[in-house]
């Protein structure tokens, strides 16, 4: 008895449809002209080349990828038809694929889908940050592998608990997360400047408790996303609150309430933390 799956023809690439057959491991045949897999692949360029040259030419192949990465695969080399959208579930073996047969533009069609811009920041953002972090580690993909860092770097904490499929390497999370440290710290140190500050600054004891309540919830809130969208947040529920003073040039609070404005504070800042959120994180060559 057979232990090969019962053969069926593909649907998007039929019998007949091209000079040459590649047959699923899963028993479905893929019809395809010769020319098409010599001029996108090197290695199904050396294959065919070999068969050629045996005493019976070359009529189909026996591979190892299933019916769904063929399909997905096989449409990077026909030009008459479009990549399939990228599906989490199937990328993974689309890759693999993409790089065993060495066909680059795979990879490149995938970070094209995979990033977009942000217009009102003039940045490159990704979809699914840890995802494409982990497939960009895997596969070798180094400015893949930085945007999914500086994405991850100012996303909410509930952004890593998304389950991936492709392990991640903890070198590179390690990396992540002492950049991520890095991030909130030099946050940090400038509201302990702000409160240093208000502390000299008045002799109102009620407003110096009310400003350090309110930077105490400020700084929970960056230690799950250290960002300027969080401040961003602040700036916003903060400005709908009555009794926010203004300070001065030299930065004494000036208000009876002894409050400083967030708006003030804030819009100072703003400049040097968008810089550096659209900053690329350095990525040590041991790493990738």
Not at 52 to 62: D, G
Not at 215 to 233: A, C, H, K, M, Y
């Amino acid at each position: 008895m057979s232990s090969h799956p019962p053969r069926r023809h593909s649907e998007e690439f039929p019998e007949n449809y091209g000079d040459f057959q590649l047959v699923s491991s899963d028993g479905v045949v893929f019809s395809i002209p010769r020319i098409f897999l010599s001029h996108v692949s090197p290695v199904f360029r050396d294959m065919l080349n070999l068969g050629m040259e045996s005493p019976n030419e070359l009529a189909e192949l026996q591979l190892t990828e299933s019916s769904v990465t063929l399909d997905q695969l096989l449409r990077f080399f026909d030009p008459l038809k479009d990549p399939a959208p990228i599906d989490t579930k199937t990328v993974e073996p689309l890759l693999e694929s993409a790089r065993k047969y060495q066909i680059e533009h795979v990879f490149k069609y995938w970070e094209e889908q995979m990033v977009f811009r942000d217009e009102a920041k003039q940045i490159a953002k990704v979809y699914s940050p840890l995802a494409c972090l982990a497939l960009a580690c895997h596969f070798g993909r180094r400015e893949m592998t930085r945007l999914a860092l500086r994405e991850l770097l100012r996303a909410p904490s509930k952004d890593f608990q998304t389950p991936t499929r492709t392990i991640i390497d903890s070198g590179m999370l390690s990396h992540l997360f002492q950049l991520r440290q890095a991030r909130l710290t030099q946050m940090m140190e400038r509201i302990v400047e702000v409160q240093e500050g208000i502390k000299k600054g008045t002799r109102c004891r009620n407003g110096h408790l009310d400003v350090v309540h309110s930077f105490l919830g400020l700084i929970i809130q960056l230690v799950d996303e250290p960002s300027w969208n969080t401040l961003q947040r602040n700036i916003n529920s903060w400005s709908e609150c009555d009794g926010w003073g203004r300070s001065d040039h030299s930065g004494i609070l000036t208000s009876s309430k002894c409050i400083l404005s967030p708006i003030e504070l804030f819009e100072k800042w703003k400049p040097d933390i968008l810089a550096e959120e659209s900053k690329l994180p350095e990525l040590p060559s041991s790493l990738l």
